[in-house]
């Protein structure tokens, strides 16, 4: 205990200022105090907020954001991904199929809420943006370790994992934050069919010979269990990968170019909170 009381006094010797209000820490949203994720931060005038929602028509969107036909954009732009690798807990454990689907309804989330060109005007606490195109972006090697944590982070019991086992994603692992589901799978093998002997039967002079021919038994191989997760959002914090907009400029930044109400700045004296 005097360690203890020593190693206390020492800190407050050294840190006598009460902690406070850190702008480089926090920014203010509605009425909460919300923790800066890691990204580029963009502020008022930045040219990269020039062309905020300029192509979110593209994606169907008017001022009002509902959709409407658009035959500008190719039908496959926002075709369905999918990633498949395997998983192995430690060296000791069997490996699991892992396989991941990005729909055409999560990509079109992708652009119309993380990218600044295609931005849709869903503005949340958070708001963070690729800064390079996200089909180029999110590949199986930037995708894998961060999916993988994820697995590991899951409520599945991974070394007994049963068909239907369900764990929800809604959280950051290293540079990515994922919205969306994982759900446990048995999928059957592929059942060997028999082959047909495709040489001519010949009684008299091959009969011996066609004899000692065996056709294949068709065999059932025991299904692969393997963990399939549904991705609904991905999006960046990285300072590499990232821009991100306070949501107040945000906001008035977007109505600006899109003609509608500004909002004003949030109160002071607000509750500080993390929030994702």
């Not at 800066?36 to 502020?43: C, N, Q, S, T, Y």
Request: proline share 7%; glycine share 4%; aromatic share 8%.
């Amino acid at each position: 205990m005097n360690s203890i009381k020593t190693c206390l006094k020492k800190v407050r010797k050294e840190f006598p200022k009460e902690p406070g209000y850190d702008e480089t820490i926090w920014y203010k949203s509605a009425t909460k105090n919300v923790k800066r994720v890691p990204a580029e931060w963009l502020k008022t005038g930045a040219g990269k907020l020039e062309d905020l929602g300029s192509k979110q028509d593209l994606l169907g969107y008017r001022k009002d954001k509902e959709a409407k036909p658009n035959t500008q954009v190719p039908q496959d732009s926002f075709k369905e991904v999918t990633f498949t690798w395997d998983y192995q807990l430690t060296e000791f454990d069997k490996k699991i199929k892992v396989k991941v689907v990005i729909s055409e309804k999560c990509w079109k989330h992708i652009y119309a809420r993380h990218k600044l060109e295609y931005f849709a005007g869903d503005v949340q606490a958070i708001n963070t943006f690729w800064k390079d195109d996200p089909h180029e972006k999110i590949t199986q090697e930037l995708l894998e370790p961060e999916i993988n944590l994820l697995i590991e982070r899951s409520t599945l019991p991974l070394r007994v994992l049963q068909e239907g086992d369900k764990d929800p994603i809604n959280e950051t692992a290293h540079h990515l934050f994922f919205q969306g589901n994982m759900e446990v799978v048995e999928e059957v093998q592929n059942i060997a069919e028999p082959v047909a002997n495709s040489q001519p039967v010949n009684k008299s002079k091959n009969k011996k010979r066609n004899q000692q021919k065996k056709v294949p038994k068709a065999v059932t191989k025991p299904p692969i269990t393997s963990i399939h997760i549904t991705l609904e959002s991905v999006a960046p914090e990285s300072p590499e990968l990232a821009y991100a907009v306070e949501p107040t400029l945000l906001q008035n930044e977007y109505s600006q170019k899109r003609g509608l109400q500004r909002l004003s700045p949030p109160k002071q004296g607000s509750q500080s909170v993390e929030e994702k």
